[in-house]
């Protein structure tokens, strides 16, 4: 029995273009590895929590929300205790 561990990474892009073109119609991170905690918050610039998810799969379409600039803050805990933090901001432009 060989078990093989993958390194775990994230990938955070910061533009979304919801026009459902199928290209970058969702914001959502880019990983490897696995995961046994993961949150991501996304807030308009006045602070106000626009979505939530802690499903590591999901993501934010923009959904009614205008062009613009949104701010994220993302955490995960892959499976070898690496942790992982991220605060930024995401462009919508369609």
């Not at 078990?3 to 990474?9: D, R, T, W």
């Not at 959904?63 to 995401?90: L, Q």
């Amino acid at each position: 029995y060989v078990e093989v561990l993958y390194p775990s990474s994230i990938e955070v892009f910061n533009i979304t273009t919801p026009n459902a073109d199928g290209l970058n119609d969702v914001f959502r991170v880019k990983y490897t590895g696995e995961f046994t905690a993961f949150s991501m918050l996304i807030y308009n610039r006045w602070g106000q929590l626009l979505y939530e998810t802690h499903d590591i799969n999901s993501g934010w379409d923009a959904r009614d929300c205008p062009d613009g600039v949104y701010y994220y803050i993302i955490k995960a805990t892959a499976t070898d205790a690496k942790t992982y933090d991220f605060t930024g901001y995401v462009h919508v432009q369609r």
